[in-house]
């Protein structure tokens, strides 16, 4: 979420120089402003899905529990889904082709980007989870099950817990293809696919009750990184120059999730045929779009943001969440609560996580 939207085309000849010669020449990289407007628009629909949920949760999860509440919850929930496959997508692009890694000591440095923030809001959440009294265990015994994220003390950090190994995995893909020999890379690798069935068989050889090793990655996440890998490389008007057309299907595919979060299962899976209908018909649409250039900067520093914005949203989501939201909401009063939370919790998010990038915070805080 944090990697630059930019990609290297091939060097073209500038007129009056010559090509300057040796191998710390590198080309020049092309900023894609798309996939900036995409990941923005990610971040705000996680924030509504979370809002969705915190909502229908309210209601018990039946609409008989209160259902203005449910119904609102319900489809701001759906209207979000889109959001995670979209960010493995753009995850996969990275990795494969907007900022490649050179090494594995290139990538490396880029993880320890995730994972520093990752445990500093660990502990942040553990933190605020005392303060409220809503940690089940001793601190000290929650941050020993989040290393091994067995338990994530909030919700939404399960994300990163997938994203890494992800991009671990891909980037030795890319690695050894260019002729690379990562071996720590892939030792990483074997110790993360070997660890779950090892923790389980000393728990059972020991009798110890050892932590459930939950850093993964299940096969439908790997599909939409390289599958959004190559649906973001392709070259502008792929998807016919009337890309707003592609909202239609978007439009059905969103209605068929409300009906099957309602009737069927909720939450729905990520790997369902409908969430990717609907991802699809998101991405599609947006594809290489043109960003005016009056809102290229502002687009840029806010993307940049998203990351941090997404570590901290659960918290303020929380404290409006248990503040505003009742059971007993009429719909339309629903629906605009609904907005108004999901506004306001992306604006300070946002704000937050500009204002500790302008203080220097980010390897911190994201």
Request: a positive charge.
């Amino acid at each position: 979420m944090t990697m630059s939207s930019s990609v290297s085309p091939a060097d073209a000849p500038v007129p009056g120089l010559s090509p300057r010669p040796g191998p710390e020449a590198r080309p020049r990289r092309e900023h894609r402003h798309d996939v900036d407007l995409v990941r923005l628009l990610c971040s705000i629909g996680v924030i509504l899905c979370h809002t969705g949920s915190a909502f229908v949760n309210t209601a018990g999860r039946e609409a008989s529990g209160g259902p203005g509440t449910y119904w609102a919850g319900l489809v701001a929930d759906s209207a979000g889904r889109f959001a995670v496959p979209l960010f493995f997508a753009i995850a996969g692009w990275v990795v494969l082709v907007g900022a490649p890694v050179r090494d594995g000591r290139q990538l490396w440095q880029r993880i320890v980007r995730i994972v520093v923030p990752l445990g500093v809001w660990t502990a942040l959440y553990l933190a605020w989870g005392r303060v409220r009294g809503t940690n089940e265990d001793p601190v000290g015994e929650l941050a020993l099950d989040s290393l091994f994220a067995s338990v994530r003390p909030a919700y939404h950090l399960w994300y990163l817990y997938a994203y890494v190994p992800v991009v671990m995995l891909l980037a030795f893909a890319a690695l050894v293809k260019a002729g690379k020999r990562p071996w720590g890379l892939g030792a990483a690798l074997l110790a993360l696919g070997a660890a779950p069935s090892l923790f389980g068989d000393l728990s059972e050889v020991t009798g110890l009750d050892l932590p459930r090793f939950g850093w993964g990655f299940g096969p439908y996440q790997l599909i939409y990184a390289v599958l959004g890998a190559l649906l973001l490389a392709l070259p502008a008007g792929t998807f016919g120059r009337r890309g707003v057309w592609w909202l239609l299907p978007a439009c059905g595919a969103l209605a068929a999730i409300v009906a099957y979060q309602h009737g069927v299962h909720y939450a729905i899976p990520y790997a369902s045929v409908l969430v990717a209908l609907f991802s699809a018909g998101v991405l599609f649409p947006l594809h290489r779009v043109r960003v005016p250039e009056r809102l290229r900067p502002a687009l840029t520093r806010l993307a940049g943001a998203s990351f941090g914005a997404y570590m901290i949203h659960v918290l303020v989501l929380g404290v409006l969440t248990d503040l505003l939201v009742d059971a007993g909401l009429g719909l339309p009063s629903a629906a605009l609560l609904v907005l108004a939370i999901t506004a306001a919790t992306t604006a300070l998010s946002f704000g937050a996580a500009l204002l500790w990038t302008r203080l220097g915070l980010t390897r911190l805080l994201g």
